[in-house]
């Protein structure tokens, strides 16, 4: 149990596109869900966590009108990278619970999207 | 906010011994979970152990275990009896519940046969 899908695995496409990665959780309702960016040989950075039906809250640093974040149900997120450019390249991870307030709820990973931009 | 520190880039064991990967942590929370996560070259995150910050027992996983020094602020991770898909990244991280996870910069393991 605790599935979760993350599609596409990777992705490369021309600088100036916008790219759209979904994490979806399979068998679990997902309250909240969390992304994640690693850049090569890095550890993972906190982007943003998003609740079912409410706007994305958005970490220092990250911009909000360029990493556009929408949790329209239970069990999908959506990630897209608008007018993406080189510096954009990176793993993008997502991660959900199905407890937005309880700690013993574990956060499950998907499996991460490669992002290349050329 | 948190912050977790892991001080060793790197770690190197013999296959079959003991090896230990250190990680200190500072959080402002009342109350929190510390994890240990293994990445191995797929990029996927294995949780490996989680603590409960309010538990003074340490945490075991079969060959895994830790050592939780709250007043320290100490998160250790013990693998024993290493073996060689026991090689990886290995992050410390503390959070959980609404709030995302805070990782430390990561120990490569590296298993010698």
């Known amino acids: 149990g605790a599935v979760v899908s993350q599609h596409p695995s990777r992705v490369i496409c021309k600088s100036g596109t916008s790219v759209k990665i979904e994490c979806r959780s399979l068998?679990?309702?997902?309250?909240?869900m969390f992304w994640y960016r690693q850049f090569p040989k890095q550890s993972l950075m906190l982007m943003a966590t998003?609740?079912?039906?409410?706007?994305?809250?958005?970490e220092q640093g990250v911009e909000k009108d360029k990493f556009l974040i929408n949790h329209a149900s239970l069990t999908l997120s959506t990630l897209t990278v608008t007018s993406a450019h080189p510096e954009d390249s990176s793993f993008y991870i997502c991660?959900?619970?199905?407890?937005?307030?309880?700690?013993?709820?574990?956060?499950?990973f998907g499996d991460g999207t490669r992002l290349s931009i050329l | 906010a948190q912050t977790v520190t892991q001080s060793q880039p790197e770690m190197s064991v013999q296959e079959a011994e003991t090896v230990t990967l250190s990680c200190t942590y500072d959080t402002s929370e009342s109350d929190y979970y510390l994890f240990w996560y293994k990445q191995p070259p797929s990029r996927q995150m294995i949780l490996v152990i989680r603590q409960e910050a309010y538990k003074q027992q340490n945490a075991t996983e079969n060959r895994f275990s830790v050592n939780f020094q709250k007043a320290a602020k100490s998160f250790s991770l013990k693998i024993s009896d290493s073996q060689l898909g026991d090689a990886a990244m290995y992050f410390c991280a503390s959070g959980g519940g609404a709030d995302g996870l805070t990782f430390g910069k990561g120990t490569h393991l590296i298993i010698q046969p």
């Open positions: 068998d679990f309702q997902a309250t909240t």
């Open positions: 998003s609740n079912e039906g409410s706007k994305a809250t958005y």
């Open positions: 991660s959900a619970t199905s407890s937005n307030r309880a700690l013993n709820q574990p956060q499950h």
